[in-house]
């Protein structure tokens, strides 16, 4: 489940996966339920005397700790637990600083598959990551061990190196990644800053080339970026991009010299699946914009899921996609179950209030675009601006869309294809709560072929499809 706690231009997410196993049972028996690690949560047999005594699900003739709901058989590696899983094998675990005093100590010497467990505080680093690691760098007390790059990279991966970090805080630095394999769960940024010139703060939170990178519930809370121009938080450049949960809350990010492109996210030569993605509030500047969120070149993308509000551009040239651009043939994106609304531009000139395409071939499904703003000499499409091929728009809403035509370089999709121009009634735009009230006219209203959670239609919006409840 994913929680957002709303404030104006701010979220923040927790998010956690339910499994349940179905367990065969025969006539008078009943299968074990099972807790949140998928281990059985179903006491001991208490009347032969094997009693569970910490409610994970193993009796006590099973489990190595009867005493620790984090150690049964099968169970995962726990930071500070030696044996989590009771296999009598020592988990390969490296404590920093107890056990070695650095990161990149520990890094030296891990072995692979092994486990760094980062203690409670704030740690120096610009480790590197190299040739044959393959480790999970994690943290003994879940938010409480923070690496900070002092102003570099705080983690440098490279050679094919293959590293997971979970439930860390980074701070005055980021990711770098170069033909490796990087995962992030649960990480977040706090006041991620980088003061450059020309490019040299792209990526500031993660760098990535030639990389498979994997983000799952990651934050980046008010970061402060000056002096980039491919992706001020996020770069991709030929690699694999999967997320599953990220939430970029307020900050500001701009270029010093030359076209912004992907205020937070830039890609290109890349392959992009990313779901449950929501950017608020985030100003963005330079001599030129494309893409206020994000900026898709060359790209094949899948996005459900996303919120993209209060994106505020400001160029002394263009401004093309407030929230997203996207560019070069051969390249296909989906959008599906979301909403982009309250995005702002001010520029010479302005294209695409929601999207910017050019020679893509873009897929609309369930997509509210609504109240975006553009102060521009001359203003083309406030909700979609696309030239070269015709996006294929269905079952979405536009609404207010203030300046000029909502629509540029294709036909008008009003009046087919169950688009909508209705007030989408939103709980609360102030607060961006940006759920449908229970009177909003597009609850029910999208594609029918997709049910939401309920088993009822799908609704139109980032909370209406699989799985928009619960987030």
């Known amino acids: 489940m994913r929680l957002f706690a709303l404030i104006p231009w701010l979220a923040t997410s927790v998010g956690c996966v339910i499994v349940v196993k179905d367990t065969a049972t025969t006539p008078g028996e009943t299968g074990p339920s099972t807790n949140e690690t998928g281990a059985p949560t179903e006491t001991g047999d208490t009347n032969t005397g094997d009693p569970d005594g910490d409610g994970d699900g193993f009796p006590a003739s099973e489990d190595c700790d009867d005493g620790n709901p984090s150690v049964y058989p099968g169970a995962p590696p726990v930071c500070g637990v030696s044996d989590a899983n009771c296999d009598l094998a020592d988990d390969g675990q490296i404590h920093v600083p107890s056990a070695a005093p650095t990161l990149e100590e520990a890094l030296a010497t891990a072995l692979p598959g092994g486990r760094i467990c980062i203690e409670s505080g704030t740690h120096l680093t610009n480790a590197v990551a190299g040739k044959g690691v393959d480790v999970t760098i994690d943290a003994v007390e879940p938010g409480a061990a923070i690496l900070d790059g002092a102003g570099g990279r705080a983690l440098t991966l490279t050679e094919?190196?293959?590293?997971?970090?979970?439930?860390?805080?980074?701070?005055?630095?980021?990711?770098?990644a170069e033909e490796a394999d990087l995962s992030l769960t649960r990480v977040s940024w706090s006041a991620?800053?980088?003061?450059?010139?020309?490019?040299?703060?792209?990526?500031?939170?993660?760098?990535t080339a030639e990389t498979t990178l994997t983000m799952t519930d990651v934050t980046i809370n008010g970061a402060n970026v000056v002096g980039a121009k491919l992706g001020g938080l996020l770069h991709l450049d030929d690699g694999d991009l999967f997320i599953d949960g990220l939430t970029v809350e307020g900050g500001t990010i701009a270029s010093d010299s030359g076209t912004l492109q992907g205020g937070v996210l830039w890609t290109t030569s890349a392959a992009l699946t990313a779901s449950f993605v929501r950017v608020a509030g985030v100003a963005v500047d330079g001599p030129g914009v494309n893409g206020g969120a994000a900026y898709l070149f060359a790209t094949d993308a899948t996005l459900?899921?996303?919120?993209?509000?209060?994106?505020?551009?400001?160029?002394?040239?263009?401004?093309?996609?407030?929230?997203?651009?996207?560019?070069?043939?051969?390249?296909?994106?989906?959008?599906?179950?979301?909403?982009?609304?309250?995005?702002?531009?001010?520029?010479?000139?302005?294209?695409?209030?929601?999207?910017?395409?050019?020679?893509?071939?873009?897929?609309v499904n369930d997509v509210i675009f609504s109240d975006h703003i553009a102060d521009c000499?001359?203003?083309?499409?406030?909700?979609?601006?696309?030239?070269?091929?015709?996006?294929?728009?269905?079952?979405?809403?536009?609404?207010?869309?203030?300046?000029?035509?909502?629509?540029?370089?294709?036909?008008?999709?009003?009046?087919?294809?169950?688009?909508?121009?209705?007030?989408?009634?939103?709980?609360?735009?102030?607060?961006?709560?940006?759920?449908?009230?229970?009177?909003?006219?597009?609850?029910?209203?999208?594609?029918?072929?997709?049910?939401?959670?309920?088993?009822?239609?799908?609704?139109?919006?980032?909370?209406?499809?699989?799985?928009?409840?619960?987030?």
């Not at 094919?160 to 770098?176: C, F, S």
């Not at 991620?192 to 500031?204: K, P, R």
């Open 160 to 176: 094919d190196a293959v590293v997971r970090v979970e439930d860390l805080v980074l701070t005055g630095g980021g990711v770098m």
């Open 192 to 207: 991620l800053e980088c003061i450059g010139s020309n490019g040299s703060c792209d990526g500031a939170a993660v760098w």
């Open 304 to 363: 459900s899921h996303w919120v993209v509000a209060g994106t505020m551009a400001t160029a002394e040239d263009e401004v093309n996609g407030t929230a997203i651009s996207m560019s070069a043939s051969s390249s296909a994106v989906a959008i599906a179950h979301s909403t982009f609304t309250g995005n702002s531009a001010a520029a010479n000139t302005c294209r695409g209030g929601g999207l910017y395409g050019v020679t893509v071939a873009v897929t």
């Open 377 to 471: 000499s001359v203003i083309s499409g406030t909700a979609i601006y696309s030239t070269g091929d015709d996006p294929v728009v269905t079952y979405s809403d536009f609404w207010n869309n203030l300046g000029a035509e909502e629509f540029d370089g294709f036909p008008d999709p009003l009046g087919a294809g169950g688009n909508l121009a209705v007030e989408p009634g939103f709980v609360d735009v102030a607060t961006w709560d940006l759920h449908l009230g229970a009177k909003s006219p597009l609850i029910d209203a999208g594609d029918p072929a997709i049910l939401d959670d309920d088993g009822t239609a799908s609704d139109i919006g980032a909370y209406g499809g699989p799985g928009g409840s619960s987030w």
